[in-house]
Structures are given as C-alpha cells and as structure tokens.
C-alpha cells in the first residue's frame, strides 16, 4: 500500500480529502464540514456545534501556562468559533485525556478556569469524557450554540464591494508566546533569573487569557447588522481571509494601515525584529473577528470602537491582496508571507 506522509496535504486538505465521501443525508444538517461550526435544524431555532483540542506540547506548554489559564482558553477559543456563525453559545462538553503526572489538585486548577469561562460566556458545562494518555494532557472542548435562521453568517456569505472588517487587534498573542517562550529558554540556562515581563503584560495576557467576542455579536443585535460573511481569526488574518474568499469565490484587496495592532505588540514585534503586520498575517491565536458588511451599512460600524476597516471584497479574478503602508500591492499569502 502507498504511503503518503500527512504533510503533502496540510492541514486543511487533509479536512477535505478524509470528509469527501460524507455526503449530507439528513435534511436537517444545514452546514457539515467547512466552516467554523456546523448548524443543525431544530425547527425554531438553529443549533450550532463546534469542537477544538489542545495538545501538551503543541498548543501549550506548561512550563509558562498555568492551568487555570488553559482551562480558561480552551472553553474561550471554542466559544469564539459559535460566535463567529452570530451564534451564542449555550452548553459546552469538555474531554481531558491526561498521563498520572497530574495530580487532583492540578485538575482543579484546570476546572477553576473552565468555571471562570462558563461564568463569563454563562454556558453550561453538560458533559465529556476523562481518559488516560501515555503523557501529557490532552483537553477537547465541544460547544453547542443557538443560532436565528435569518442573521447566522457563513464563510461563504462575503460578495464583491464588500466592505472587510476586523475587531480588535492581531498579531498579539504571537507576540506574546515569543515572550514566553524566550523567557523559559531563559529560565532554563539560569533558574536564578527572574523574569521581567513590564511592557509585555498586555502581549502576554492576550496569548495565555484570550476572550471570545461576544459583545461584537451582542453590538451586531443591538445595531441591527447582519455581516455577509464572518470567520473567527485563529490561524492569522491571512489564513482567515483565504479561507472567506475561498467559500465566497471572492478575491480581497487588504490595507494594511487598516490592520489594527496594538502598539505594545508593535514595539516588541520591532524588537524581535519582525514586521508588526507579518506578525497580524500570520501570528494566530488572536480570536478576533473578520467580517464583511454591505457597504451601505458602513455608517452602522464607523464609530464603533474596536471595530475597524480594513479592506474590501473584490472578484475572484482580481486575487488576494495586501496593500502596503509603502503603496506596494503584494499577492497575500496564506502563510509564509515574507515582507520585501
Ligand atoms: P476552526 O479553525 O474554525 O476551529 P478548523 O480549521 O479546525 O476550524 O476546521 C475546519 C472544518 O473542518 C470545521 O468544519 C471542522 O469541524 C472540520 N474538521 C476538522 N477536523 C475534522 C475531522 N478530523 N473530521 C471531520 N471534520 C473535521
Ligand atoms: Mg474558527
């Protein structure tokens, strides 16, 4: 038998090759695989399902992550996805699979920041699973949402004229795991060292504490508006953007002086000498929201705060593009955008 290594795919085309013979058979799953959660008919309303896991090792480290922190995340980073359909989230289950390095009162910890999440975001914890892994601990978090038939936003949804707007800052959280991760590096050739993080809290705070947006969702009710499509931005704006154009069968142009960074990330992406936008292009973890809106609707968002725009739908023909600070048009990449 071939043996194809996972990698020729990526990720994303490893989704779609393995779900291609999964035909839609009940009249009731209105969206299966392809966007950020699934929607399922239940008559008067819709119910929306999406699931995240966090591996040890891959998405988080202990050694700068306290558990209560990841507990936190990893109900926030799902919750992001049902807000991401205009959905509220309702119930989550959450599924930890963990080795006997853990003790009782480190799984408390870890259930202390679940509970913050459920208090903040009011769902409900209704379930899951608790197994045993080899080593390390692995957590899967489902959640259930409620979405209105009429106002639920698909990827697919974005049409050219389209106005593209983000909520609040990108490439923070990236920046912040730069930190971390350079300071346990430290740590580790010299334990005497203590840490200084001033000038660095806020990068930091987004990378271990991240919040969903449920007010941009609750604005949207509130101001009547009903974007066209909508993505959460969990892999970098680029990766998101593609992912919009891709199911809307639209191009983009983005600007990038409409790319909101926060000015500590932008110090510290200079420091580290990065580009701030390749930081906002291709950071991740910031789970913000992308969205497009009509543009007759621009004078609904102009003066919200934490809203901004950054570009706008074009035809597919026209591509995907950044446009610089400098003026200079760039193809937009999904990833590995490299600044000239
Ligand atoms: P997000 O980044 O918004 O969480 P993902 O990129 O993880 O979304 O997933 C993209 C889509 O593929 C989603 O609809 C998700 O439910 C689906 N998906 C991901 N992994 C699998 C899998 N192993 N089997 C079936 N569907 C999957
Ligand atoms: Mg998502």
Redesign the pocket.
């Known amino acids: 038998m071939a043996r194809t290594d996972v990698n020729t795919l990526g ?2 085309g ?2 779609e090759h ?2 291609r013979n ?1 035909p839609i058979v009940q009249p009731e799953t209105l ?8 929607v399922i008919d239940n008559g008067t309303h819709l119910t929306v399902v ?3 896991m966090l591996v040890e090792g891959i998405h988080f480290d202990l050694a700068y992550t306290p558990l209560k922190h990841l507990g936190y995340k990893a109900v926030a ?2 919750l ?2 049902i807000y ?1 359909m205009n959905a509220f989230p309702k119930q989550i289950t959450v599924s930890i699979a963990l080795s006997n390095r853990f003790s009782v009162e480190a799984l408390e910890e870890l259930y202390a920041g679940i509970h913050a999440a459920c208090e903040t975001y009011q769902v409900d914890l209704v379930g899951g699973d608790t197994t045993s892994s080899p080593k390390g601990l692995v957590i899967s978090v489902t959640a259930i949402g409620q979405g209105d038939r009429d106002l639920l936003c698909y990827r697919s949804g974005a049409q050219v004229g389209d106005l593209i707007c983000i909520t609040g800052d990108l490439g923070a959280a990236y920046l912040g795991l730069q930190i971390l991760e350079r300071e346990k590096q430290l740590w580790q050739e010299n334990p005497q060292i203590q840490p200084d993080l001033e000038n660095q809290k806020y990068v930091i705070g987004r990378q271990l504490k991240p919040e969903a947006r449920r007010d941009v969702v609750e604005i949207f009710r509130k101001i009547n508006l009903k974007p066209t499509s909508m ?2 931005i ?2 970098g704006l680029a990766s998101e953007v593609f ?1 919009i154009c891709k199911q809307s069968k639209v191009g983009a142009l983005i600007e990038e002086s409409g790319v909101p960074i926060h000015p500590e990330a932008e110090m510290l992406a200079l420091k580290f000498k990065l580009d701030p936008i390749t930081c906002a292009l291709n950071g991740g973890e910031d789970y913000e929201l992308l969205f497009t809106i009509r543009p007759e609707d621009v004078d609904l968002i102009r003066f919200l705060p934490e809203i901004y725009i950054a570009g706008e739908i074009l035809d597919a023909k026209d591509g995907i593009k950044l446009n610089t600070k400098g003026g200079n048009l760039h193809a937009l990449k999904a990833q590995g955008w490299v600044h000239f």
């Open positions: 990720e994303f490893l989704i393995l779900t999964f969206k299966g695989v392809g966007d950020d959660a699934a999406s699931t995240d980073v799902n992001s996805d991401a993505i959460d969990s892999d992912h």
